[in-house]
């Protein structure tokens, strides 16, 4: 008999591939996890990183592929088996219930919680566990009373206290504060040297070097290299990850234009976000008639704010928007003043899905003539407004009475941007336009915004695609940690030092 | 008002809240998992005619009760089916299995209109009990299944709150993915609830048939799916409340006779609505008194289908 697999290996992913309709979310991916290791996952927002590691918690089933776990081979699609063979996830949306006590939570679905049991039963149990894997709870506190980070805890504990050896964290920094960020890094390294092992999803480079043993950088659903913390930098890992795409975004060639008056002035602004931790720093820009301003940014530095602030979705702490001159304090008056917006959310922010496309195609002028006459929308016109609409920006259909949920995902943005694209308008804000789309809708839809920037709007291009921004926009700048780290002009910009800048690099 | 007829009244209101203590102790178990049978009128009036024609056939009340909860548990099943595996709307589908309930029931049961029980649940006397003055023949003298009715909602209670089982169908209801992520079958366990609540439906269906009307009319049931299903709602999910809130609408649907003996000059037909009446202003009652609690009681995840992923 050979050996044929290293024992120092507690999983094994082989060929793994997962689709969701045309998108291929993993492509043929193969990684291995040592024992005792922490393994960072590292990539941009949709480069596959939950997908892949949900495919090995048995919460998606792969098209293909197999999952090895010390040398067994892993049915796919039941958290249960997954959970048996020794891999627990936590989720980034933690999943207890919050009426229950920790303790409670704890015993949801464990074997080992004797048939009957009193709470107080359950609160010694969960005490006991909180002791085995030294992670501090308090099993009596109901979880709706706990913090992020606490209630982080009590997932992690009940995914350890189920026997996982691999333990899969998507994103957990995401809402903690700073100092909890610490803390679980610390307890992290603890438990990989009790020989666990920690996969811990990220897209912040620094926190990734801090914590992690080995570091594999995914994008586009591929895998592209893993590498050990010893031979990675700041650098050598934001330059994969913002590696330039086969399909170069910038053969589009970046076009030349006058910029005209200021349109966009945003001065001062600093904002908490929801969870009242500060998320923008005294950021200040403008953005001009004929000038594509591209925002670029790891996500979760800001960028989110910095759009809701724009289009009066948010109100800031200090500093102020105006459009036109026009102080802008709430979603209304941003309209008023001009505000076009192509929100990342296409389908939920952007259009109504249940309704038909010519409903959706009327509602930034349902109030106007003549779709609108006396109060009443008039079927006919609506219909010949939408029709025309639907010839300019060659949607797939010409029936304007389809629904929107049954378009793609591409021929839904060229409605929504070709709704929001015209000539009133003053000023657009699209965010991540082309997320989602294949190459050729991909196209349309930066054609589209050139075109429209051409013809006099000036656009707020919020993108974490690079490429993208490199290619479209006149200036870019870099956000980290809610302040503009670096500003560049389309003739200047070096695509490797604000890969750097976006990582968290001094300047 | 004299003593018999109190005596009568208490024992009549008892009695006459066992098919809904049945059904909703059911009730509360499914919607524990997060699932709500709207059709529960139906499953009751299903439950209702296959225990009567069972007990017409076999001359056995308990076969009768057996058979109408295999049927109620059956006919759940299908509307679980439908609603939890197939994920679609639960009043849409709850309301056309009602229809069809009503229409299978009165087509099938149109030549025994006005036809007795063969076998009808016996009264059992408590030992000692029943022989307490006034006490006694009030509360103690009741058909054996009023007895069982009423260990039910205590039964529920400890299994969910005092055993594994019980928390983790809590934990469906609460949170189906929490659930999912700790190995715990949701749709698996939402299936099995739907059946059960379905089979004691039936059975409450069927005592009304075999214990409290004792004959077959069309649409026997009368509303009481209904008001089981309001019952739960009341009881804020709390087994004990829902042993209150069934006792209350018996109350209130026994107090028509009351006020005919006692000759009061109120029409009958006040004291008919009464019970839906008062299932109204219960309901707006109790949501009143909860926000002034600020407790959401309901389980958070009922009525919403779950997906993985």
Redesign the interface.
Known sequence: MTIVNNHSDALTLRGIEKRFGELVAVKRLSLSFRRGEVHALLGENGAGKSTLM?VAAG??TPDEGEIEVGGQRLGFGS??AS??AGIG?V?QHF??????TVA??L????DD??????PRQLIERARLLAEKFDISVDPASPVWALSEGEKQRVEIL?TMS?GARVLILDEPTAVLTPDEATRLCTNLRAMAAEGTTIIFISHKLNEVLSVADRISVMRHGSLLETRERSDSTVATLSKMMFAEHETGTNQLGHRQRDSGEEILIVSHLSADDDRGVPALDDVSFVVRQREIVGVVGVAGNGQKELEQLVTGDRRPQEGSVTIDARPIDGIRSAIKAGLAYIPEDRKGTGLVPSQSIWRNAILRNYLEQPVNRHGIIRGRHARSFASELVARVELSTSDTATLVHQLSGGNAQKLLAGRELEQRRRIVVAVNPTQGLDIKAAEAVRTSLSDACDNGLAILLISADLDEALGLADRILVLYEGRVVGEFTAHDADRDHIGMLMGGARQ | MNDTLLVASIASAISSSTAVLIAATGELLVEKTGVYNIALEGVMLVGALAGFLVDLSSGSWLLGLLAAAVAGGLFALLYGVITVLFRTDLIVVGVALILVAQGVTDTLGTSHVGQSAKSVIPIWNLPLLSRIPFVGPALFRQSIVTYVAILLPVGAAYLLN????G??I??IG??P????????SVIGWRLFYTGVGGAMAGIGGAVITLGIVKDWVSDVTAGEGWIAFAVVFFSGWQPGWVIAGAYFFGALSVLGDVGQALGWSIPSEFFTVLPYIGTILVMILRAWLQRRRGAVSWP?ALGLPFY??
């Open positions: 949900n919460f998606l958290p249960r959970l048996a996830m989720h999943r207890l219930v919050e009426k229950f409670e939570n015993a949801v679905g464990a919680v004797s048939s009957i049991s009193t009940r189920r | 005092r055993t594994r089982h928390l983790n809590k934990a609460e949170n993915e929490a659930a999912d992520t700790s190995g715990i958070a993985r992923g």
